[in-house]
Structures are given as structure tokens and as C-alpha cells.
């Protein structure tokens, strides 16, 4: 008996290749101690609210919070860690904690729609009501500034979408992690708490 050949699209393939690469790069599970504050006094990273004309400057607006910012994706394999986001925002934001969703489609075109189209996705299909803010670009040349200074601390850019960034209450990187590490694990919650 022959097997057919699996044919993916050039799409198929870049997506697979970057996922590969994903698996095989190891990534620091925790920034360095020392790290310079993302968020520091000459900070301002201005953001437009996702689907709306309100900007606000993320350092000032969550200042004093413990931050998880994350590089979000519709129609990913792990997009269905939005349900584990919100999740722990509604247990810790009393606590001080604010999770941060930046969408991006920079990972396998992963997130083509328009901003109201991922609003309502991400409101509809799984309650999202932590800060979502304009569709971005999370690496490379062009890669929004405050996501440079992430991967500048952390020493790694996100490589795929849902990569987590977890900032202090003084705005210093605690933790970087990749997609595979969900919202519910262990070593995520364990750094949470820990920061608050």
C-alpha cells in the first residue's frame, strides 16, 4: 500500500519551517536579574486601544502592575490560550495583575483579519475583557518599539504567537516564555504570584 505525499502550500510549509526552528531554539525561561526596567521614567510607549482612537502610554497606565504581555493570534494552534489568559487576569487583577494582548500576524499570517473582527473574536469566543491594543509588528526590523525593548531584555524576540513576557511591578523583565508554556502551567502562576 502507497501513502500519498502530505503537499502543504508555500504558506503551509514557512509555518511548519518556523515552528520547527521554534521546537529546536531553546528560550531562557527567565530574564537575567539586573535587566534594565522596560517601563523606566524616559519611557513611552504610546498604544492605541485595539479597534479604537484611545491611546494610552503602557508604562504609565499599568504602572505599579505586574504585566504578562502576550502577542496574540486568531487562528493559531494556541489560541486557545486566550481562555487561559483571561482566566488569570480575572483571579489576579485584584491582586495587581494586567495581562496585555498585542494581536499580531507576523507568525505564519496568522492573524489577517481586521482589528474590529478580532475584537469581537476574541470577546465572542472566549470572554476576553483584559487590555487588547492595536494590531502590531513583535519582531524583526520593524517591530513595535516596546517589543524591542521585551526581546532587547529578554535577549529573544517572540518566535511564535503567544509568547509571554512577564514584567515586574517596577517595570523590570521577570520572565519570558514561549507558546508552549500556557497560561495554567505551574511555572507561569508560581512567577505570578511570586511578583505580587
Not at 517601563?39 to 504609565?60: A, G, M, P, T, W
Not at 473582527?117 to 476574541?122: G, L
Not at 509571554?164 to 508560581?190: C, H, M, Q, T, W
Request: aromatic share 10%.
Amino acid at each position: 500500500m502507497h501513502s500519498q505525499p502530505l503537499i502543504f502550500g508555500t504558506a503551509g510549509y514557512s509555518a511548519l519551517i518556523t515552528l520547527a526552528l521554534l521546537l529546536l531554539t531553546p528560550i531562557p525561561g527567565h530574564a537575567e536579574s539586573g535587566n534594565p526596567s522596560i517601563c523606566s521614567e524616559e519611557s513611552n510607549y504610546s498604544k492605541r486601544q485595539l479597534n479604537s482612537d484611545q491611546v494610552d502610554n503602557l508604562c504609565e497606565t499599568h504602572r505599579g502592575k505586574v504585566m504578562l504581555v502576550v502577542n496574540t493570534a486568531s487562528r493559531c494552534a494556541f489560541t486557545d490560550q486566550y481562555e487561559g489568559l483571561e482566566k488569570l487576569y480575572s483571579r489576579y487583577r485584584e491582586r495587581g495583575l494586567v495581562v496585555i494582548g498585542f494581536p499580531s500576524n507576523d507568525f505564519g499570517n496568522q492573524e489577517p483579519g481586521s482589528e474590529g473582527s478580532i475584537k469581537e473574536f476574541c470577546r465572542l469566543t472566549y470572554g476576553v475583557r483584559f487590555p487588547m491594543y492595536a494590531k502590531s509588528r513583535v519582531s524583526g526590523d520593524n517591530a513595535d518599539p516596546f517589543y524591542r525593548a521585551l526581546a532587547q531584555a529578554a535577549g529573544t524576540p517572540p518566535r511564535w504567537n503567544f509568547h509571554k513576557y512577564l514584567i515586574d511591578r517596577d517595570g523590570r523583565l521577570a520572565g519570558s516564555y514561549n507558546s508552549f508554556v500556557a497560561p495554567e502551567s505551574d511555572r507561569l502562576i508560581d512567577a505570578i504570584e511570586g511578583l505580587l
